[in-house]
């Protein structure tokens, strides 16, 4: 007789110890824990029908946006399709969204995952996935509202119903419900303290309003609770190095980059996004970093000629660009442009945001600070379509800013920087920025 899981969903095995590694595995994907794949291998070894845990191992490594890890997807998506009669319907719609994620329609993938989500609203795969890729299409209110709609079907003694509340909060605050995503993130936490995505949700909002000190210090506080053994904790520390460089404090923003972002060898593309946007930054604001561009440039040369997701190959391009590289910064424009000619959610990406942002940071590192400011001006208002969070994206202003200065275009420079000002207006970096305005102006 089929098991139901701890949220009461048919889980499609009959082997107790099969669901027994599922369930583990779930829990440690929802809070970014190491390492779920592991445990799904072994419930696959106890029951290789159980289409679940071929669906979640596909899901979990496709979503990694690393083409390098795509032979593991499509055999963990060809070990549920061989077993799809028997399986149960959600783990068959699991199987159809994973289809069209792998033929490129991320969209429809998307779209899918969400459709189990209300079908089965305790389907904490669907809505990890949902969630996760609303984050990377740029669907900012999707990020609040699928977490909002599941709700009601998780009281607090339902099993992750934690984590749960860590992605609405993170929603609320990518939708400026700052003081409700503060209140939501904090409650998540009191429900399950080692929850990285709810402690996310708090630096977020913290990030946001400006306030660096305290984002600091909330990091630093919760350190326990998100860094040892978990998988999204390089981004946790990317975060805070933000706090510091809000505060002038390069030092400390070059220690997080040298300790905690690159300490190792470095391979999947998720992981070179921090350190290649923290650098960037820097380099912005002219502080010689030294040999640190190499390494990340060189880990960022195999994935350079994918261009299977907009917001890596910007990315890649600042790489790039900031090595000095500047021959592979212009192949990784032609692979974008090529990809926009094809078809399917990242040719759209790249078409919308993604081609016009590489080649306006490969303006930047050709001198070129007009083209580069006005090409990223034009973009503005779709920019979010590609992916991110508004923390990941500012580096877009802040580039087109800083193109803006060097290339003499002063009322631009002056319109981009009063805007932050406006929006944080306690900013210390904001404060010097518009004292360089006003020195240029004299």
Known sequence: MLLKDCRGLTAGTADTDALSEYEAAIDLALGYWLDPIARLDRAVAHDPGFVMAHVAKAGLLALVMDPSLHPQVRQSLAGAEAHAASACARGRAHIAALRRWMAGDFADANHRWGRIAIDWPRDALAMLLAHTSDFMLGRTTLLR???????????????????????????????????????????????????????????????????????????????????????????????????????????????????????????????????????????????????????????????AADAHYAFNDMHAAMAMVGAGRLAEARRIVG???????????????????????????????????????????AVRGVAHRFGGSHAQRDVLQLTALEAALRGGDCALAHALAAE??????HSPANYLLWSRLTAQAA
Request: proline residues 6%; glycine residues 10%; hydrophobic residues 45%.
């Open 335 to 377: 692979v974008t442009r090529l990809a926009c000619e094809g078809e399917g959610s990242n040719a759209e990406m790249a078409r919308e945001v993604g081609y016009p942002v590489v080649q306006a940071i490969l303006a930047f590192g050709e001198g070129r600070y007009r083209d580069c400011a006005s090409g990223l001006c």
């Open 145 to 303: 509202d699928r977490p909002a709609a599941a709700l009601p079907y998780w009281g607090e003694d339902v099993p992750g119903i934690g984590y749960l509340l860590g992605m609405y909060a993170f929603g609320l605050e990518e939708n400026g419900a700052y003081g409700e995503a503060l209140d939501i993130g904090q409650r998540a936490l009191r429900l399950n303290a080692r929850d990285p995505w709810a402690v996310h949700a708090v630096a977020h909002v913290l990030e946001m309003q400006g306030r660096f000190e305290d984002g600091i210090a909330w990091l630093a506080e919760r350190e326990p609770d998100w860094a040892p053994g978990n998988g999204f904790a390089f981004h946790l520390w990317w975060h805070r190095a933000l706090y510091h460089l809000d505060a002038g404090d390069v030092t400390q923003v070059l220690a997080l980059h040298d300790q905690r972002l690159v300490p190792n060898a470095v391979t999947t593309a998720i992981e070179l996004l921090d350190p290649a946007s923290l650098l960037w930054r820097l380099h912005l604001r002219g502080v010689d970093v030294g040999i640190r561009w190499q390494p990340v440039a060189e880990s960022w040369a195999p994935h």
């Open 420 to 425: 932050r000002r406006a929006q944080k207006p």
